[in-house]
């Protein structure tokens, strides 16, 4: 029993760790790439980091979803998922603007690198 | 078994995100951002999160996908080869990560029932939401009446961002006659 609780712990922890290495792959992504769309992934991930971040808290382990049944009597936390709801779409939401804007970029510069944008002289 | 299932998904996660740093070929990175978000959807479900769930893989693995291969239809396809050193990036990646696990330490474990966040205001809209609005789904009844006006102010961003997508795109069919163009909604 005591070893079964030692690896529930370990495996608790897991969830977040794992959250924090996405995030820093996120960071990792958008700081250290040229290439614009790259960076725009890179900006998607750190964006689901938070979601994983925001619902593991709310999850009860042995609950079900959070709609009401007589069948069952302990529910996961709905908050989480109502925020989590809202930034998936204001994300999807960043992500076509900032593709537009690549976009527009790649037309007056030729390129989607920032290096290359950077060291072009005619800025017009 | 819930732990077992959840720890497989995180892993696999992790490995498509290292995949995803590694590639040069952007067709490459885009297609595996689409399989991160099927995970992450799938993750979701497995946390009980059922409508962000499938929200995450109709908005996710669908439209970003379909926005990023567009985007990459009308620049370039392949990326340069890197140009600085990746130790100041990285650097700072491993410095907000030391941060952010020192921070963890103090988070309770996954799947506590009595933290403070499961025990107060959760719990309240679970008993209220039959009473109060009629709707099983919590998640809709918290969405659309108690949180209403976060859904709208989700409808203005959404709106900007139209706006802010078709202007910029607008400039470009006037301008540019050298390709056929306008594939972007």
Do not use: C
Request: net charge negative; aromatic share 8%; proline share 4%.
């Amino acid at each position: 029993m005591e070893g079964l609780n030692e690896l529930a712990f370990v495996l608790g922890g897991v969830n977040h760790w794992i959250t924090v290495f996405l995030i820093m792959a996120g960071l990792y992504i958008i700081v250290s790439r040229s290439n614009m769309i790259k960076k725009l992934v890179g900006l998607s991930i750190f964006q689901t980091s938070v979601y994983l971040l925001y619902v593991s808290p709310g999850k009860i382990i042995g609950g079900t979803a959070p709609i009401i049944s007589d069948d069952f009597t302990v529910y996961s936390n709905p908050l989480p998922h109502v925020l989590i709801l809202t930034a998936i779409v204001v994300g999807v939401a960043t992500l076509a603007l900032g593709l537009a804007l690549v976009i527009r970029i790649n037309e007056a510069y030729g390129s989607i690198e920032e290096d290359d944008v950077y060291s072009g002289e005619d800025w017009n | 078994m819930e732990f077992l299932f959840n720890l497989i998904l995180l892993l696999f996660l992790a490995a498509v995100t290292i995949g995803i740093i590694g590639v040069r070929n952007l067709f490459a990175v885009v297609v595996l951002s689409g399989a991160y978000s099927f995970l992450m959807a799938t993750l979701l479900i497995a946390m009980d999160a059922v409508d962000v769930g499938m929200t995450e893989a109709a908005v996710g693995a669908g439209v970003s996908t379909v926005l990023l291969l567009s985007a990459l239809h009308l620049t370039n396809t392949e990326e340069a080869p890197a140009k600085h050193s990746n130790v100041l990036p990285m650097a700072l990646a491993l410095l907000t990560g030391a941060a952010l696990v020192y921070g963890t330490w103090d988070l309770p474990r996954y799947g506590d029932p009595d933290t403070p966040m499961n025990s107060y205001v959760g719990d309240e809209y679970l008993e209220r939401s039959i009473p109060e609005t009629t709707i099983p789904n919590v998640v809709t009844s918290v969405l659309a009446s108690y949180r209403g006006y976060d859904t709208l102010g989700e409808t203005a961003v959404i709106f900007t961002a139209g706006i802010g997508v078709l202007m910029l795109l607008y400039g470009r069919r006037r301008k540019g006659d050298d390709d056929e163009g306008g594939d972007r909604s």
